[in-house]
């Protein structure tokens, strides 16, 4: 059993920064891929970015040069910095682990706000 918190989003202006975090608890992560999705109110929740367990990285082409996804196997810590921020990105932000070994489980956050407005 794997437990996800998210913490860090909040409302910020066009262009502005926001580090995502998500703490890991109950089980080793490091045998997880980890992910970011987002969903916004109405819209279906989508890939925003992975890591696997190994350190290989995949964007979304909507993010790609302005997030950065990053985990601390040590603190079973998952981050996103996401920098250059735009209206777009308004979504509740969650956090995914998918087991790269079997029984392949899955587990999913609370999610976190970002609110990106002037």
């Known amino acids: 059993q794997l437990q996800l918190v998210e913490s860090g989003g909040g409302l910020v202006q066009p262009g502005g920064s926001l580090r995502l975090s998500c703490a890991a608890s109950?089980?080793?992560?490091?045998?997880?891929?980890m992910g970011w999705y987002r969903q916004a109110p109405g819209k279906q929740r989508e890939l925003v970015a992975t890591?696997?367990?190994?350190?290989?990285?995949n964007y979304a082409d909507s993010v790609k040069g302005r997030f950065t996804i990053t985990r601390d196997i040590v603190k079973n810590i998952l981050t996103l910095q996401m920098n250059s921020l735009k209206p777009e990105d308004t979504a509740v932000y969650y956090c995914n682990a998918e087991r790269e070994i079997f029984p392949r489980f899955n587990y999913w956050g609370q999610g976190t706000q970002v609110t990106v407005s002037s």
């Open positions: 109950g089980s080793d992560f490091s045998a997880y891929a």
């Open positions: 890591i696997t367990s190994g350190g290989s990285t």
